[in-house]
Structure formats: C-alpha cells, structure tokens
C-alpha cells in the first residue's frame, strides 16, 4: 500500500475511534461523577496518580519499544525485529515483576501517611490502589505486543480495540449508577478489569498476526539490544518523569492545599484534555511509525517533511473542538455534569491551551525520537517540566487559586515547545524560518479567525443549545476554510483535491452497482 494512503487510513481509523470514544465519554463522566460524588471521584484521581508515577516506565518503554521495531522494519530485517521484541518482552517482565515487588508496600505507605483522605475512606483507597496495582502488571507485559501492531501500522484494529474499551467502560458507568456498596471499589474494579481483558486479547491476536512475536527464550536479555533499549528509555524518561510530575504531581499538590474536592475539577479539565488528545493521537499515531520507518530507510528528507506535516495537521484537528469548547465551556460542563465542582471551567481552559501550545510542536518529537540521539535533547525539556510542580507550589503557597497550577503549566510548555524547536535545528538541521512558515504563523491565523467567529456567536445570542451547536458549526466552517487559504500547501491542496475525485468516484460506483 502506498505510505501516503496507509497514513490516512490510519488515521481515519484512530480519528473516528477517537469520536466515538469522545461521545460515550461525555456520558459515562457525568454518571460516575454523579454515582461516587465529588469526594470519591477526586480520590480515585488522587490514588490512580500514585499508580501512574510507580508505572510511569511503561509508557517509556513502550515508546523505545516501537521506536526499535519500526526501525528495523524500516531496514527490511523481519529476524532482527524478532530479536528486539523478545529483547522489549524480557525487559517489561521483569519490570512488571518488580512493579509488584517495591510498588505495593511503597503506595500503601504514601497512601496512609501523607494524602488528605477522610479516615473512613484510607481502607477504600487501599483497595482501589491494589486492584489498579495489579492491572497496571498485565499493561506493562501487554506493552511490547501492543507496539508491533503500532509499528507494523496496523492502527484499524488498534482503533478497533480502543473501541471495545469505550464500550465496556460505558456499560461500567451505567452499572455504576444501579450499583449498592462501595461504588468506589465497583468502579476501581472494573476500570481495572476491562484493560486486562482488552490487552490479553491483543496479545493473542499479535501472537497470531506476527511472527516477530513468537516468544523465544535464547533472544532474552540479548546484552546489546538491552542497552540500546535502556539508553534510549531512560533519556526519554526524563521527558515521561517531567510531564508525570506536571499532571500527577500537580493533581497531589491540589489535594494537600486544598482537599480531594478540587481534585474532581482538576481531574475533568484533564478527562477534557484527554478526551481531546486522542483525535490529536489519531494523527501523531498515523504518522509516527512512516517516520521512524523513513529514517531507518535513510529518508530524511521525507522523515522531516511528514513531521512538519503531522505538527500543522493535528494543531488544526484540535483547534477545529477546542475553540468552540473553550468559548462555550461553562454551558457544555452544566450541560454535561449539571452540577460541575468549582473551578473546572477555567482548570479546562488552561489545560487545553497547553495541550495546543503542545501540538504546535510535536512533530518534533516524532523526529529526534526517530533519529535515536535524544540524551542531551531530554534531559534539557524534561528538567523544564520538572519546573512546573515547583512554580505550581510558589503559586500556591503565595495564596493564588487553585487554578494558578493551571498557569505554571502554561509557562513551562512554552518554555519546552521553544526547545523542541531548537533542538530539531541543531540535531535534525530543520530550520526554526521553516516551522514559523509552516505551522506556527498558517495555525495562528487559523486560530484567530476561527476565535473571533466564535466570540461573535457567543456575544450575539444568548447561553443556549442553540448558540453551542452555531458557535461549533461556524468555528468548523471557519477552521477549515482558513486552514485551506492559508494552512495547506499546493501539493497538499492537489493531494486533497484527488483523494475527493477518488472518494466521489467509489460512492458513485457504489451507488451504480446498488
């Protein structure tokens, strides 16, 4: 299949999982919140934060385990992926083994000894620390299983899979509101189970479609492909360990300052951004496996372009829901949560506009994975997101609100957006004139008329249905028509012109033949 096709089947693959995971979403929120209360919901946040720092690794991991397989696909070598996937397996064993091993005595003492929790609810949250414990083992094993179809681009049923998991998890919610007991453990229960079940059946589905995936014991622990993983895994850890600390950090900062409460608002602003951030992963998922392939072949030049490309689309995806949501949020969350928690109008706000000052520059970081020198590169923009949960603390230990973290998040994603781009020129030799011409500035423009369209939607009519379902139809409108003046380049605009012609074309012939 020509590359440029695969790349948008991919991606109409994630992006319509995305949507519908985003619809039953907005539903399923509301009940759980509803059915556990503000008081339980911000505890599970609490609680699930102390999962993500002990597992932190396995998203570190995972990146270094694709990045490795798509590599050597891109070389043509189906016995030297063979030996890196059971090189990865071995690693997240023994990872997960030790998960269990320091992860269960060390969460339970932080648990008992240092967050805000109400006495009758230390023994609930225990539970609910143990029972996410053990699903996060099966997740780290299911890792390099789950990064072959990622490399092999086999994102259809990679979406088709994130599908299943939306529909479970929506089913749960509605169990959780005819639910008796302790909804709480209800809920940690089945959030646990329903990834257990969803990545053991991956894993076999892998063992059946490839096989570099067959276990074989005597490429365990091969010395030379350990350490090319491991170096290339705890450079990027850095990265992981900023952002970790930005998120979950700032979510245990809030809870000591201010109590489990503002934890709910501060945990659906980021539902919100998540919930964005999978049509924005629809695109970056789609791309990233061409890109590392592209280098693995010595195609930097194609390498370079596809990243430009895949920064400057998955901005414009976003922008075409964030603006509008951002400009109605207060109405879209009553609408949503009816009696949404203090605070989490703007939390939303602040949250989604560092994930958009995010997306102008990710691409970059599809690039410098895939070129593999990444030491010097992560530990410079992971040290400044380390600095957000510091500024985060200032900010409230000055007496700001709660919302101030939202701000230091802020400042610290400026700080390494403007890195990533440097660090793209000096290592990759992409020129910072040319992501200004091609994403910055066409995004900016974008983003500004899509703003005034909605500004002048939500200033002429009044708070309603009505005026949410306007403003979003006009910013789409809008978004697009000023992403095809002023975003797409020629060969983009006659590339999209030709995939209509063949679209057109296939729903005539259809037509003719019913």
Request: proline share 3%.
């Amino acid at each position: 299949m020509n590359p440029s096709h695969r790349i948008i089947i991919n991606t109409a693959a994630t992006y319509t999982r995305s949507v519908f995971a985003i619809g039953l979403a907005l539903f399923s929120s509301r009940w759980v919140l509803n059915a556990l209360g503000q008081t339980d919901f911000g505890l599970f946040t609490v609680v699930g934060s102390l999962i993500i720092f002990i597992s932190f690794l396995n998203s570190v991991m995972a990146a270094s385990a694709s990045r490795h397989f798509a590599y050597a696909m891109g070389q043509g070598n189906p016995e030297e992926v063979k030996r890196w996937f059971n090189a990865a397996f071995s690693i997240h064993l023994c990872l997960a083994t030790g998960l269990i091993l320091t992860g269960w005595p060390l969460g339970e003492y932080v648990i008992a000894n240092y967050l805000t929790i109400p006495a009758d609810r230390i023994s609930a949250c225990l539970w609910v620390f143990r029972i996410s414990l053990v699903s996060t083992f099966f997740g780290m094993v299911s890792v390099p299983f789950i990064a072959m179809f990622t490399a092999k681009q086999h994102m259809p049923e990679i979406a088709s899979w994130g599908m299943v998991q939306s529909v479970l998890t929506f089913i749960l919610a509605f169990f959780l509101t005819q639910a008796s007991g302790d909804r709480l453990l209800w809920y940690a229960g089945g959030m646990a189970m329903i990834p257990v079940f969803v990545q053991s059946c991956q894993i076999f589905r892998a063992l059946f479609l490839f096989r570099e995936c067959a276990v074989e014991r005597r490429y365990w622990f091969d010395k030379k492909r350990l350490k090319e993983i491991f170096s290339f895994a705890i450079w990027n850890l850095i990265g992981c360990l900023g952002a970790l600390l930005r998120n979950q950090g700032s979510a245990i900062l809030l809870n000591i300052f201010f109590g489990a409460k503002v934890n709910a608002a501060y945990a659906i602003a980021n539902q919100v951004s998540a919930q964005t951030n999978q049509l924005s992963a629809a695109m970056m998922g789609a791309f990233s496996p061409e890109i590392t392939s592209c280098e693995g072949r010595g195609d930097r030049e194609r390498m370079l372009s596809l990243s430009l490309r895949s920064t400057k689309f998955a901005t414009i995806l976003i922008l075409l829901f964030a603006i509008p949501l951002m400009t109605e949020m207060e109405y879209v969350l009553k609408l949503w949560l009816r009696q949404p928690p203090e605070y989490t109008a703007m939390f939303c706000r602040l949250i989604l506009t560092t994930f958009l000052i995010d997306r102008l520059t990710s691409g970059y970081m599809l690039a410098i994975n895939a070129h593999g020198r990444i030491a010097v590169y992560q530990a410079t923009l992971g040290t400044s997101l380390v600095l957000t949960l510091p500024l985060a603390w200032l900010f409230l230990k000055l007496g700001y609100p709660p919302t101030s973290v939202g701000v230091a998040f802020i400042i610290t994603m400026t700080v390494c957006s403007l890195g990533r781009v440097l660090w793209g020129q000096r290592l990759l030799g992409m020129p910072v004139t040319k992501w200004l011409t091609s994403v910055l500035i066409p995004c900016g423009m974008v983003a500004t008329a899509a703003t005034l369209s909605a500004l002048l939607s939500r200033c002429l009519l009044s708070p309603s249905f009505s005026r949410l379902v306007l403003t979003t139809a006009v910013c789409i409108v809008v978004s697009l028509l000023a992403s095809w003046l002023w975003a797409l380049d020629d060969s983009e605009r006659g590339f999209a012109c030709r995939a209509g012609k063949r679209l057109v074309g296939k729903a005539s012939l259809l037509l003719n033949k019913a």
